[in-house]
């Protein structure tokens, strides 16, 4: 048999542990699970080491969930990397979680950087904060553009928050001001803040004005965004929020997708090439 038809042999026989560890982990049976995550990490299955530290974490042995993280992190396995950022970063030993975060956004995960900067304003770090959040921007994480503002508000430097605020809006991220605009009542503003942030290719803001309105006692303005939205070609928002409200908890709103859906199907059928 030759070699690379060993090797496959190999990697379906991981494969098929894996499926068994996940299923014994279903029924209960978490010992044989693990001892099968712990077969899989030994030979380097991707996830695996990070599964085992977890569970240890899980159980309170953080010197043992810290050597099998290490493990996978020495041989590249992000999820291992980041396990071991979070459980150095609660002990406390920052600089080195610092370290592993840049090799984690080195192999792709810019999300580490915000990741890390939180963990640096919790414990008081603002500077850190600050320079973490910043990182993230610079990724591509314009999100955190909302972050870096708040955190230098409130340490009182309100001219570099408002600099910030307009490279924010420059840069697509408008959640902020879309939301202040909306709250003072300025939704003509607020629409045009969210569509903004469409047009430079993220649709996050709109997502959340949209999620605002359709909760409202009044659902009226939710349901002319949903309509503005679908006519701007990005129908699949309105369809992926419509999907998280429940007939229990939110009756209303799903009233109001209904009636844009049907309303959106009335003009499609009405169209002349349609």
């Given at each position: 048999m030759h070699w690379s038809q060993n090797k496959c042999l190999q990697t379906l026989d991981l494969l ?45 042995r953080r010197t043992e969930a810290e050597q099998w993280y290490r493990k996978g992190a020495d041989s ?176 209303q709103s799903l009233k109001a997708m209904q009636r844009v859906f049907e309303s959106a199907d009335e ?8």
């Amino acid at each position: 048999m030759h070699w690379s038809q060993n090797k496959c042999l190999q990697t379906l026989d991981l494969l098929f542990k894996e499926k068994e560890a996940r299923s014994l982990q279903e029924l209960g049976e978490q010992e044989r699970a693990e001892a099968i995550w712990e077969e899989l990490a030994e030979a380097r299955f991707p996830g695996a080491c990070a599964s085992v530290g977890d569970r240890h974490k899980e159980a309170g042995r953080r010197t043992e969930a810290e050597q099998w993280y290490r493990k996978g992190a020495d041989s590249g396995d992000p999820d291992a990397m980041q396990g071991l950022v979070f459980l150095l970063a609660e002990d406390g030993l920052l600089e080195e979680a610092t370290e592993w975060t840049e090799r984690i956004a080195d192999v792709g995960d810019i999300y580490a950087y915000s990741r890390l900067a939180y963990r640096f304003e919790e414990v008081g770090d603002v500077s850190r904060a600050k320079e973490y959040f910043r990182k993230a921007v610079d990724a591509g994480l314009i999100d955190c553009y909302t972050d870096l503002i708040r955190v230098h508000w409130n340490e009182g430097d309100q001219d570099t928050a408002q600099c910030l605020y307009s490279k924010a809006v420059q840069s697509g991220e408008t959640s902020g001001p879309m939301m202040k605009a909306e709250r003072a009542g300025e939704h003509a503003t607020a629409d045009e803040l969210a569509f903004t942030a469409v047009d430079h290719g993220t649709v996050q803001p709109l997502r959340q004005l949209l999620w605002h309105r359709l909760q409202q006692p009044d659902t009226t303005l939710g349901e002319t965004l949903a309509r503005k939205a679908i006519d701007a070609g990005e129908a699949f928002i309105v369809h992926g929020l419509a999907k998280l409200f429940s007939p229990s908890e939110h009756p209303q709103s799903l009233k109001a997708m209904q009636r844009v859906f049907e309303s959106a199907d009335e003009i499609g059928s009405s169209h002349p090439d349609a």
